[in-house]
């Protein structure tokens, strides 16, 4: 193997950037590092936000996107894995300034590959990636403040997207009733397939109440959207709840007060999956392993795309009109 296929994002202008599939010789990934054939991949809002140029992201290019990536290892020059060996990638400074997952091949520091559980396929370990670690660490966190599960109610904001459905799934599983807030109502059916107790629009949510406290809703949650939505899931929270927030999708700012705080005890919970240390990310893969999932559940989460596919829909991304978990398989061929 002398070259691979991967996503290529090259700066035409300041301002203009183009995304296309390209051949690669596979000397251009060095010589340092674990060499891995990638299986999978999948799609995350920052894959969109790096092919789009943005700065934040990335800032050299050409470059190849992907944050999370699913392989085999082929050589590890450090000896720390035998090739074979099935591995995960998610995270760190992957795909952002480094070349990333969205390719047949990557290359990466030995301490940012995870080897994958035994009872967790390369291609579910993709319905996961990232947005899946940060469901899970949100759940752990929040069960650190409150152990028993049974009969709390958790509230889900941003429920279409990646990190949405797979926490109404996992919530769900641990014995959660779940409330699944998107504004998006035909996914309301495929939602309470996935395990929510109830669907509300997003809307409900947006409303502005000069009420310092609304009527308490729910005992947790995991929100994707701040802004006003979170100023508003903190309010309708229960006494000593806690919402964990992992976004802000209607932007980075607070404008709420203090009194679901001082008044009921209240957690606002921050989760960054991106920077844990690799045993933490380990035990969360081990955890995710851990839950079964019917073929029926991965047919609503999961759509299996090829690579040639994927400029148009990191483009559909940006514009909001992403669902569910996009999973790349980067050996389809045809």
Same mark, same amino acid.
């Given at each position: 193997?002398?070259?691979?296929?991967?996503?290529?994002?090259?700066?035409?202008?300041?301002?203009?950037?183009?995304?296309?599939?390209?051949?690669?010789?596979? !000397?251009?990934?060095?010589?340092?590092?674990?060499?891995?054939?990638?299986?999978?991949?999948?799609?995350?809002?920052?894959?969109?936000? /790096? $092919? $789009? !140029?943005? *700065?934040?992201?990335?800032?050299?290019?050409?470059?190849? *996107?992907?944050?999370?990536?699913?392989?085999?290892?082929?050589?590890?020059?450090?000896?720390? #894995?035998?090739?074979?060996?099935?591995?995960?990638?998610?995270?760190?400074? #992957?795909?952002?300034?480094?070349?990333?997952?969205?390719?047949?091949?990557?290359?990466?520091?030995?301490?940012?590959?995870?080897?994958? *559980?035994?009872?967790?396929?390369?291609?579910?370990?993709?319905?996961?990636?990232? +947005?899946?670690?940060?469901?899970?660490?949100?759940?752990?966190?929040?069960?650190?403040?409150?152990?028993?599960?049974? =009969?709390?109610? #958790?509230?889900?904001?941003?429920? /279409?997207?990646?990190? =949405?459905?797979?926490?109404?799934?996992?919530?769900?599983?641990? =014995?959660?009733?779940?409330? $699944?807030?998107?504004?998006? $109502?035909?996914?309301? &059916?495929?939602?309470?397939? %996935? !395990?929510?107790?109830?669907?509300?629009?997003?809307?409900?949510?947006?409303?502005?109440?000069?009420?310092?406290?609304?009527? *308490?809703?729910?005992?947790?949650?995991? &929100? /994707? %959207?701040?802004?006003?939505?979170?100023?508003?899931? %903190?309010?309708?929270?229960?006494?000593?709840?806690?919402?964990?927030?992992?976004?802000? +999708?209607? !932007?980075?700012?607070?404008?709420?007060? @203090? #009194?679901?705080?001082?008044?009921?005890?209240?957690?606002?919970?921050?989760?960054?999956?991106?920077?844990?240390?690799?045993?933490?990310?380990?035990?969360?893969?081990? /955890?995710?392993?851990?839950?079964?999932?019917?073929?029926?559940?991965?047919?609503?989460?999961?759509?299996? @795309?090829?690579?040639?596919?994927?400029?148009?829909?990191? +483009?559909?991304?940006?514009?909001?009109?992403?669902?569910?978990?996009?999973?790349?398989?980067?050996?389809?061929?045809?």
């Amino acid at each position: 193997m002398t070259h691979y296929q991967a996503l290529r994002v090259t700066q035409q202008s300041p301002d203009d950037f183009h995304c296309e599939v390209a051949r690669l010789p596979l !000397g251009e990934l060095g010589s340092e590092g674990v060499l891995i054939k990638v299986y999978y991949s999948c799609l995350n809002y920052k894959d969109a936000l /790096s $092919a $789009a !140029g943005n *700065p934040g992201v990335t800032r050299t290019f050409p470059h190849t *996107p992907g944050i999370d990536a699913a392989g085999v290892v082929e050589q590890d020059p450090s000896g720390v #894995f035998a090739p074979g060996q099935r591995v995960l990638i998610s995270g760190y400074d #992957f795909g952002m300034n480094t070349p990333g997952g969205l390719a047949e091949y990557c290359r990466v520091p030995a301490q940012w590959v995870s080897v994958c *559980p035994d009872d967790l396929s390369l291609r579910n370990a993709m319905l996961y990636g990232t +947005a899946g670690l940060t469901a899970a660490m949100a759940m752990q966190k929040i069960q650190k403040l409150q152990p028993e599960v049974a =009969g709390r109610r #958790f509230v889900v904001t941003g429920a /279409s997207g990646a990190v =949405g459905s797979l926490a109404v799934l996992l919530a769900a599983h641990a =014995g959660y009733s779940v409330t $699944a807030v998107t504004g998006k $109502a035909q996914e309301f &059916d495929r939602l309470t397939q %996935l !395990g929510a107790s109830q669907c509300l629009p997003a809307e409900d949510l947006l409303k502005s109440s000069p009420k310092p406290l609304l009527k *308490p809703e729910w005992d947790c949650g995991l &929100d /994707s %959207l701040g802004g006003a939505a979170l100023v508003n899931v %903190l309010k309708a929270t229960a006494p000593e709840g806690a919402i964990a927030n992992c976004g802000l +999708a209607l !932007g980075p700012e607070l404008e709420g007060n @203090v #009194f679901p705080f001082i008044l009921r005890g209240v957690s606002l919970l921050g989760i960054d999956s991106v920077e844990q240390p690799l045993e933490t990310k380990r035990a969360l893969w081990q /955890s995710l392993a851990a839950v079964p999932l019917t073929a029926e559940q991965e047919a609503l989460i999961i759509r299996e @795309v090829e690579l040639t596919q994927v400029p148009e829909l990191l +483009a559909a991304m940006l514009k909001g009109s992403g669902r569910g978990r996009v999973v790349v398989n980067l050996q389809a061929k045809g």
